[in-house]
C-alpha cells in the first residue's frame, strides 16, 4: 500500500529535550515536505527537499533541521524545544512540484 | 497578503445542501489549483485537482478556476454530513515549487 508514515503520532515532551520525528515514504517520490499545522493559521510549510541531500526552508524554519540522506526518509529534528512549537505536524510527498501531495496521518507534538 | 486567501468558517449547512467553498489567490504565476479535504484527526487528501480556467466535475463535486478574477471554487451538491471536514485549496505555480495552502474551511453538514 502507497503511503506516508510518522512515527510518533503523539509526543509529549519538555522545553530544551532534542526529539526526531521520522517521516518514510513507499512510492519512490523525489520530493518531501513537513508542515505544521496550528489553528487560524492553516498549512504552514516547514521544510522541504526535493531529492537526496537537497533541502530548502520552508515559511516557518526557525527551531527545526531536517536531512535527506535517503530518498525514502525524511526526519524532522527539533535540537531544543520550546512552547511555541506546540502544534501538529504533517509530512508529505510527492513526485514534483506540480503533483499531488501525499499526506502522513500527523503527529501531534507537546511541548512543556 | 497572504498569496493565498481562505475564509476559516465554520460553514454550517443542512444535508442536501449546495455548499460553495472560495479563495483568492495574489500571485498571477500560480498554474495549478488542488482541493484537498482533510478529516478531523487525519492528513488532508486531495479531491480535485485542474491546471485551467474552467469547471471540472467528479460526481457531487466541482472545481472552478477563474484565473482573471484569481478566484478558485469548490462546489458540493447534495452535501452529506460525511462530508464534514476542513477544506483546504493549494495553489501552485509548476515547476520545481511547492504549493501555498489556504488556511482552509471548516464545514459541518447536519443531519
Known amino acids: 500500500e502507497a503511503q506516508v508514515t510518522q512515527n510518533p503520532r503523539y509526543l509529549i515532551t519538555v522545553t530544551g529535550k532534542k526529539l526526531t520525528v521520522t517521516c518514510s515514504q513507499n512510492?519512490?517520490?523525489?520530493?518531501m515536505s513537513w508542515y505544521r499545522q496550528d489553528p487560524g493559521l492553516g498549512l504552514r510549510q516547514i521544510y522541504y527537499?526535493?531529492?537526496?541531500?537537497?533541502?530548502d526552508k520552508g515559511d516557518v524554519p526557525e527551531g527545526y533541521k531536517v536531512s535527506r540522506k535517503e530518498k525514502r526518509n525524511f526526519p524532522l529534528i527539533l535540537e531544543s524545544p520550546s512552547p511555541n512549537q506546540t502544534s501538529l505536524y504533517f509530512c508529505?510527498?510527492?513526485?514534483?512540484?506540480?503533483?499531488?501531495?501525499?499526506f502522513g496521518p500527523g503527529t501531534r507534538l507537546t511541548v512543556l | 497578503q497572504k498569496e493565498v486567501e481562505q475564509d476559516p468558517g465554520p460553514l454550517s449547512v443542512p444535508e442536501g445542501a449546495i455548499v460553495s467553498l472560495n479563495c483568492t489567490y495574489s500571485n498571477s504565476a500560480f498554474q495549478y489549483f488542488m482541493w484537498y479535504r482533510q478529516y478531523s484527526r487525519k492528513g488532508p487528501e486531495l479531491l480535485m485537482y485542474t491546471y485551467s480556467s474552467g469547471n471540472k466535475e467528479d460526481g457531487r463535486f466541482t472545481a472552478q478556476v477563474d484565473k482573471s478574477s484569481k478566484y478558485i471554487s469548490l462546489f458540493i451538491r447534495d452535501s452529506q454530513p460525511s462530508d464534514s471536514a476542513t477544506y483546504l485549496c493549494?495553489?501552485?505555480?509548476?515547476?520545481?515549487?511547492?504549493?501555498?495552502f489556504g488556511r482552509g474551511t471548516s464545514l459541518i453538514v447536519h443531519p
Open positions: 527537499s526535493m531529492n537526496v541531500e537537497v533541502t
Open positions: 512510492m519512490n517520490h523525489e520530493y
Open positions: 493549494a495553489i501552485g505555480a509548476g515547476g520545481s515549487y511547492i504549493p501555498t
Open positions: 508529505a510527498s510527492n513526485r514534483g512540484g506540480a503533483d499531488t501531495q501525499y
